[in-house]
């Protein structure tokens, strides 16, 4: 799966798609009005534990599931080729 990641607020580094791997899924769902901007997330929105891959790193972070609109903080299936 991607984890699309938030870019800095300078532009030095855009938001790109990372390699992530589930961790855990929470007990319960949690409300997509939990994560912001909620209008601009899908409806049946799927709330996953990830491990995220980056080229410098790891990091641990319970995120939502975006397929239409990739937005920073969410994760997607891969696009298939």
Request: charged share 20%; net charge negative; hydrophobic share 30%.
């Amino acid at each position: 799966m991607h984890y699309v990641s938030h870019g800095t607020p300078g532009g030095e580094y855009t938001s790109q798609c990372r390699a992530a791997i589930v961790t855990g899924v929470p007990e319960g769902a949690l409300p997509e009005a939990d994560f912001e901007p909620a209008k601009e997330r899908d409806s049946d929105t799927v709330v996953l534990d990830l491990a995220v891959l980056n080229p410098s790193g790891m990091f641990f972070n319970r995120c939502p599931q975006s397929e239409g609109v990739h937005t920073g903080g969410t994760w997607h299936w891969p696009e298939r080729v």
